[in-house]
């Protein structure tokens, strides 16, 4: 069992720059996928290798992983991937990072922290402050999935983003023709725990409108 790290504590406070995108990427043109909440950043290395065409965030709170996997971009030369640390929140609030969600085309939460006990709610990632920061900034068409095997989070996540109306839900059928990329089609390191333990998995996928 790891060390769950407190998204509220004072330490995430600051945050570290974030570089515009000329600098993280050799294509900054290119569309962008964010995931928020991506551990040793393994799902994002795998979506930047099979789908060059994109460029990739990863956002995570434990510096360890992040200081590795910006290590391992560095050894790999991979030119369409970038990890910050810090509290998502905390770094996509910030008034000099606003041009991260201007620009995503796709957001992921995977798999996140699920705080079961109702005084450790809020230092759940999707809360109604932090969708209503999503809806301001993402533009039209934008989306955003999430996954979980945590039925009462994944009850949680989806009533506190379809409580935003920017946000819609869509089925995978409708998402299969809007020729976007699908990040699901990559399993994520908890994910492939869930599977091998034939855990219920809950997602959903919503559009800004
Ligand atoms: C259960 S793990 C899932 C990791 C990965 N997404 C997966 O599916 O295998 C949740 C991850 O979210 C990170 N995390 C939790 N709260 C966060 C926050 N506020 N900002 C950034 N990362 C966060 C945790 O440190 C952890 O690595």
């Known amino acids: 069992m790891r060390q769950h790290v407190n998204p509220l504590s004072k ?12 600098e993280m990427f050799n294509d900054s043109k290119l569309n962008l996928h964010l995931d928020i909440g991506c551990a040793s950043g ?3 290395f795998e979506l930047a290798l099979e789908n060059t065409n994109w460029n990739y965030i990863g956002i995570e709170i434990r510096e360890r ?6 290590l391992k971009v560095q050894d790999k030369k991979i030119k ?13 609030n910030n008034f000099n990072n ?3 969600l201007k620009n995503v085309k796709s957001i992921s939460f995977n798999f996140p922290d699920p705080w079961f006990k109702k005084r450790h709610y809020k230092r759940r990632l999707i809360q109604p402050e932090f969708i209503n920061i999503l809806s301001k900034l993402m533009q039209k068409g934008s989306l955003i999935f999430i996954k979980t095997d ?3 989070l994944f009850e ?7 409580g935003n109306i920017n946000f819609q839900k869509i089925d ?10 699908n990040p699901n089609k990559v399993q994520t390191n908890r994910e492939k725990y869930a599977v091998s333990n034939e855990l219920s998995i809950f997602k959903r996928i919503y559009i800004k409108i």
Do not use: H, Q, W
Not at 11 to 22: A, H, Q, V
Not at 80 to 92: D, E, Q, R, T
């Open 11 to 22: 330490n995430f406070d600051e945050i570290e720059r974030i570089p515009p995108f000329i």
């Open 150 to 152: 945590v039925k009462d």
């Open 172 to 181: 995978d059928r409708y998402f299969n023709n809007l020729e976007s990329f």
């Open 65 to 70: 992983l992040v200081k590795k996997a910006k």
């Open 156 to 162: 949680n996540m989806d009533c506190t983003i379809l």
């Open 80 to 92: 369409n991937l970038y990890f910050a640390f810090g509290n998502a929140y905390n770094i996509l």
């Open 42 to 44: 393994d799902y994002l």
């Open 98 to 100: 606003k041009f991260i």
